[in-house]
């Protein structure tokens, strides 16, 4: 997968490969707006074009990080199910770059439960956190395609908000 580089140079030789966060130090001043703005997924048109993405669909995750998700995150690999990953999807137009969801959005009044379901202080702000909402919504997505109707609505919600999410700079 193609992408513009948005970090420092060996930014995670220390801690080994971790999940992006919300101002997160690694990232170089360019990268940030790169990154807000989305245009740091550009490059990745020539894998759509090669055949190995899909314009819409759910974003891989890195391989390094994946083992972990898979084992920390129960159906966290079925979200790619039959599935090319995409340049955007359902959980990048409805989520912060980092995961998070929108305060004041629909899916923020859920996130508690969503993330620490069982309210274990010890677990409030866990790394996986962000990645169960964002598996919720792309296991939605996936689901949406087994109907065309609820694909149609899916797809062009997605095609319509991934703009306004890239102009208005809504990631972080």
């Given at each position: ?100 969801a929108p305060e004041g959005g629909s899916l923020a009044a859920y996130e508690d439960t969503l993330t ?5 202080e010890l677990a409030r702000g866990a790394l996986a956190d962000d990645m169960r909402t964002k598996l ?30 890239m102009l208005r700079g809504l990631g972080r």
């Open positions: 997968m193609l992408k513009f580089r948005t970090m420092r140079i060996n930014a995670e030789a220390r801690t080994g490969a971790v999940l992006a966060e919300e101002n997160d130090p690694r990232v170089t001043r360019v990268g940030r707006i790169l990154r807000k703005t989305r245009l740091d997924e550009l490059p990745q048109l020539w894998n759509v074009l090669k055949g190995e993405m899909s314009l819409i669909g759910p974003r891989p995750e890195r391989p390094e990080l994946l083992g972990n998700l898979v084992l920390a995150i129960p159906f966290f690999e079925e979200r790619m199910r039959d599935c090319k990953p995409g340049i955007t999807g359902l959980a990048q137009v409805s989520l912060s770059y980092s995961g998070h620490n379901p069982f309210r274990f919720l919504l792309d296991l939605a997505y996936v689901v949406s395609l087994e109907r065309f109707g609820s694909f149609l609505r899916t797809e062009l919600g997605i095609i319509f908000k991934t703009p306004w999410v």
